[in-house]
């Protein structure tokens, strides 16, 4: 996960500085609208790792991770917290709503062993912004204006202007004297994170995982806007959320799940509003982990994928919830599309264009077999091979694990 650095942090301006680019950081990033399964991908990462660091987002995302048949919800704590001898890391790029935060540590802490001690193995940036109760009742009124009036901006944005939400009620007192009660507990994790991420770079061998909240669909500048989140969830949030240059990226993994999910309105042009979206929403349990909404679902979308991949650069694709087709006579996937009648060679920026688009698809044979036990690509039908190397032949980037399960075992490495 990482390269060997220097003996010792050097210093910043310091002579061979330039020279020794130190160790690097490995990246998971979710490469559709999010909810593909980044928390298993770092939980098994996390378990060789020394730092897991999250850079960007909220507790608005969401990771599940099972160990031992406990099912963990991460929303703001790195999931790889949850391996004792990792250091977790919240960077400056991340805003912290504070209960959120020991809500969410408490609630897991209950649950099983895993997260004991989490507060000795927690460092937070000093960078990092602060998001209060008042944020979150503000940010669903904007979210609950955008359904009520979709597509039409101009209005959302004077309305909002307008209104400056006349139906907040924000209890100033109440929430300042919960604040302060976590005061004496936040302290002692607050560092300067720039410096904890310069030495981690700088120092011993380290292997440093970096996970990506959200899905580079949802980035507020390369995602499907206005139904984006606000910060960069693409590869680019890593270097600005850690404070950490580029060449200390890595290898770049991009989640993929083997066919598309998206929460929430917005265009998604191979979305099945019949039975087989039908099936995919059940057989995947296809509800928000942070919302509890049910999920659109659909075919996979190459062309997303492509795009995603412009963006990022993945070295190696993770493709989850395989299993869930396996009951599919035929599985189609998106691989063009097509606009009055001529096939576009770029993902739309537009929204109303991207509404518009006519999807080719490519159907391919299913494997109606479980392969929910399978623990090696040979273990897999073979109509089940040839959807994983279809894939990576259309994307030209390698497909390393496939995830057949919910456990840590069902993820197949394949080198």
């Known amino acids: 996960m990482s390269e060997t650095g220097s003996s010792s942090a050097p210093i910043p301006n310091g002579e061979g500085s330039s020279r020794h680019p130190g160790n690097k950081v490995t990246v998971v990033l979710g490469a559709q609208w999010g909810d593909e399964g980044k928390g298993k991908v770092v939980d098994l990462l996390a378990q060789d790792a020394d730092i897991v660091c999250r850079c960007q987002g909220g507790n608005n995302a969401g990771h599940t991770v099972v160990v031992d048949s406990v099912e963990y919800d991460f929303h703001l704590l790195p999931s790889g917290i949850i391996n004792p001898k990792v250091t977790a890391f919240i960077g400056n790029g991340v805003v912290i709503h504070l209960p959120g935060l020991f809500e969410e540590a408490e609630k897991n802490v ?180 942070t919302t509890g909404r049910k999920r659109r679902c659909g075919w996979l979308d190459l062309v997303l994928l492509r795009y995603a991949h412009m963006i990022n650069g993945f070295t190696a694709l993770a493709l989850t919830k395989m299993d869930i087709m396996d009951v599919l006579p035929e599985i189609k996937v998106g691989v063009a599309y097509k606009i009055n009648d001529k096939i576009i060679p770029h993902f739309p920026a537009n929204q109303e264009v991207l509404n518009k688009v006519e999807v080719q698809y490519e159907t391919l044979p299913g494997w109606n077999t479980d392969i929910s036990n399978a623990r090696t690509f040979d273990d897999l039908p073979v109509n089940a091979q040839n959807y994983v190397r279809f894939i990576e032949m259309e994307l030209g980037v390698p497909v390393k694990w496939i995830g057949v399960g919910k456990s840590r075992e069902s993820m197949i490495q394949l080198f």
């Not at 440093?208 to 590869?235: H, K, M, Q, R």
């Not at 598309?260 to 191979?270: D, E, H, L, N, Y």
Request: glycine share 12%; charged share 25%.
């Open 110 to 289: 209950k649950k099983g062993k895993g997260l004991e001690g989490w507060e000795k193995r927690l460092i937070i940036s000093d960078r990092a912004h602060i998001v209060f109760d008042f944020h979150q009742a503000a940010d669903g009124i904007q979210e609950q204006q955008r359904e009520e009036q979709a597509g039409k901006k101009f209005k959302v944005l004077a309305n909002q202007y307008k209104s400056i939400y006349p139906t907040l009620k924000i209890d100033i007192e109440g929430e300042l004297k919960r604040l302060k009660g976590y005061i004496e507990r936040i302290k002692p994790m607050v560092r300067d994170g720039v410096y904890f991420m310069y030495e981690a770079l700088h120092g011993p061998p380290k292997k440093i995982l970096v996970e990506g909240a959200n899905a580079a669909l949802l980035d507020i500048d390369f995602g499907t806007y206005p139904f984006v989140t606000s910060s960069n969830c693409t590869v680019g949030g890593v270097c600005t959320g850690l404070g950490m240059p580029p060449q200390n990226v890595g290898e770049v993994y991009g989640v993929v799940k083997a066919y598309t999910t998206r929460v929430g309105i917005g265009a998604f042009p191979t979305e099945q509003g019949n039975e087989i979206g039908e099936l995919l929403q059940t057989r995947g349990k296809e509800v928000g982990v």
